[in-house]
């Protein structure tokens, strides 16, 4: 079931309240759609090239007069046996904003692209904490990593990760080396509901080294203590073997 989620596109990091050492972190609520299509690989040039020439324009447009904050294609880099190949995303600070485009592109109807999909599904995301900044004609890689939370732990697998985690992601962004960071959960659930997504994107494979690097030496330096906080944090609050992470290509994304 866990093959169901994205990007995270999506993706995505964390919830409910804001540790002081990161005062930069958005608490506003961003919803994000998150179109997912499984395309044969005979058909992968012409579904980018439907996305660009009619999708991207809409999301453009309604990027530059305000209805959204965000919209990106992406190319599965790492695939499965039955998952998705492609995902179209975009953002809002509304529902409004998002059944708006919804709207439009179902108004624009399906591309000969989408229509040799063997499989689509949609989900929509609420990012109760996220980092961004501005990005035009942006290309990259993004990252998912998904954990199902023991049900009634969530909050208390964030915190975890908020502790140890966050303030590297928080030192990456500020080196320009992670572009967008989120914890996504959620609004619509069609998984799992104690599933958290940590969502972070990439300007470039270089970037993403650095970044893997720094959490590395993070988890590498902890104390002996701090390890088993951290582990048995995590025994606590996580299911087994539960993570699924997602490794997609940004074609074109932009975001203010």
């Known amino acids: 079931m866990l093959k169901r989620m994205a990007g995270l596109l999506v993706v995505v990091l964390l919830i409910f309240c804001v540790p002081a050492a990161v005062p930069q972190q958005q608490e506003q609520t961003v919803y994000t759609f998150v179109s997912q299509w499984q395309v044969p690989r005979a058909n992968w040039a012409q579904f980018a090239e439907d996305t660009e020439k009619t999708l991207n324009p809409i999301l453009q447009r309604r990027l530059d007069d305000g ?15 039955d998952g998705d190949t492609h995902t179209v995303i975009w953002q809002a600070t509304s529902l409004t ?10 108004k624009a109807g399906p591309r000969p692209g989408q229509i040799t999909a063997v499989k689509h599904e949609d989900l929509l995301l609420r990012s109760v904490l996220r980092h961004s900044s501005p990005v ?5 890689y993004a ?5 199902l939370a023991q049900p009634g732990k969530e909050d208390d697998y964030v915190a975890l990760l908020k502790k ?5 992601l928080e030192d990456q962004f500020k080196k320009g080396n992670i572009t967008f960071y ?9 998984v799992p509901g104690s599933l958290r997504s940590v969502v972070s994107f990439y300007p470039s494979a270089e970037a ?3 970044a893997a690097a720094a959490i590395n030496a993070r988890l590498d330096g902890m104390t002996p203590a701090e390890r088993a906080l951290w582990q048995g944090g995590l025994a606590s609050t996580t299911i087994p073997n539960s993570r ?6 940004a074609t074109h994304y932009a975001q203010k």
């Open 182 to 190: 989120a914890v996504e959960q959620q609004y619509v659930v069609s």
């Open 244 to 249: 699924h992470d997602i490794l997609a290509r």
């Open 208 to 210: 993403m080294d650095k």
């Open 136 to 140: 035009a004609n942006g290309t990259g």
């Open 97 to 106: 904003g998002i059944t708006r485009v919804f709207d439009e592109l179902v």
């Open 143 to 147: 990252r998912v990593v998904g954990v």
């Open 67 to 81: 209805t959204i904050i965000a919209w990106g294609n992406f190319e599965t880099v790492v695939h499965s046996a």
């Open 164 to 168: 140890y985690i966050l303030p590297v």
